[in-house]
């Protein structure tokens, strides 16, 4: 057989097991030429195992296409919404601080700067920290106490004028706020929660400014009058810290709202009837009660109001049980 035969025969090289059978079927029997002779075994070797390598590469090569490639040794960079910022108030705190010493006693100004930086500030996750330093300059730690570690700002709340005039334009301060970030509503309230708890911490002073900005911002719907459910920490009772604070707070109320609208207000989140839990539980009596917010100079007390509503309920109850 000629050369030029086994070309043409390895041309047609077998790309399955099929083929290779056929081929190893030649080393058996042979294969008559065209000339009429029949290949030789070495012909037919030769043929089987080139076709045999040609199998195997092909083999091999589709192996390699499927193969997926490996990222052994490489870090994987993960999207910015699914990276972690790390919580760090102090570095807020920094910024809060050093904007309110730029806008110094101009409320306006301030105003301004906090509405501007909550575009930049993450207010929602740090909201806490932001009222600690709006209200008493830093952060504060467990009891009321500043953080000795941190920078402070002498422009907040506990630092201004104890007169109506000035915790007025404080309370426009934090009403702007809370309009342009509505998500901080909840955490404010539960901030004066945690303010009032901590009245024993703070001044005289600072309670006083605390009190009457608390009374003008529940006259104006900022805040619910639950949060005066703090007042009755047994605690502040016993230490007559409530009582005097609430003194303080419904002086602020009702310069800014008639006592209908005080009494509507602490009725609507059942507060109209706990007012007695101001004081002691040997001092809970309706004559005190009356005494003590007459002398502190409220003629007509919400104090007032709640019992005469209470007293009134009773009499109704009394009057339908003997029927």
């Known amino acids: 057989m000629g050369v030029a035969n086994i070309w043409r025969v390895s041309r047609c090289t077998p790309t399955c097991t099929q083929h290779c059978m056929i081929h190893t079927d030649l080393i058996m029997h042979g294969w008559n030429c065209a000339d009429g002779s ?3 075994s070495f012909h ?3 043929l089987t195992l080139s076709s045999f390598v040609f199998v195997l590469q092909s083999v091999f090569m589709s192996n390699q296409r499927q193969q997926k490639p490996t990222l052994t040794g490489q870090r994987f960079k993960t999207r910015k919404r699914d990276e972690k910022e790390r919580f760090d108030p102090s570095q807020f705190q920094e910024s809060i601080v050093q904007g309110l010493n730029q806008t110094g006693t ?3 100004a301030v105003a301004k700067f906090l509405d501007a930086s909550g575009a930049k500030l993450d ?5 806490e920290t932001l009222f600690d330093i709006l209200v008493a300059g830093g952060m504060l730690a467990p009891g009321g106490t500043l953080s000795d570690d941190m920078t402070c700002t002498e422009f907040c709340l506990f630092k201004a004028q104890e007169d ?3 915790m007025q334009a404080y309370a426009q301060v934090f009403n702007k706020l809370i309009r342009r970030y ?3 509503e909840k955490g404010f309230e539960e901030e004066i929660k945690k303010l009032l708890l901590f009245l024993k911490g703070f001044t005289e002073s600072e309670r006083n400014k605390l009190a009457m900005l608390t009374g003008i911002l529940l006259a104006n719907g900022n805040i619910s009058a639950s949060i005066l459910s703090s007042l009755f920490n047994e605690n502040l009772v016993k230490e007559g810290v409530s009582p005097c604070f609430a003194v303080k707070l419904f002086k602020s109320w009702l310069s800014e709202k008639d006592i209908n609208s005080v009494a509507a207000s602490l009725r609507k ?3 109209d009837n706990r ?3 101001l004081f002691p539980a040997n001092k809970r009596s309706c004559e005190h009660f009356s005494k003590y917010f007459t002398d502190a100079g409220l003629k007509e007390s919400p104090s007032k109001t709640s019992l005469l509503t209470s007293e009134r309920k009773s009499r109704r109850t009394t009057s339908l049980s003997r029927r």
Do not use: H, P, Q
């Open 38 to 40: 029949k290949w030789s």
């Open 44 to 46: 037919c070797c030769f």
């Open 106 to 108: 101009d409320l306006e």
């Open 123 to 127: 207010y929602r996750r740090y909201a």
């Open 164 to 166: 109506m005039e000035t």
């Open 182 to 184: 509505k998500y901080l």
């Open 269 to 271: 989140v059942g507060m």
């Open 275 to 277: 007012l007695m839990e």
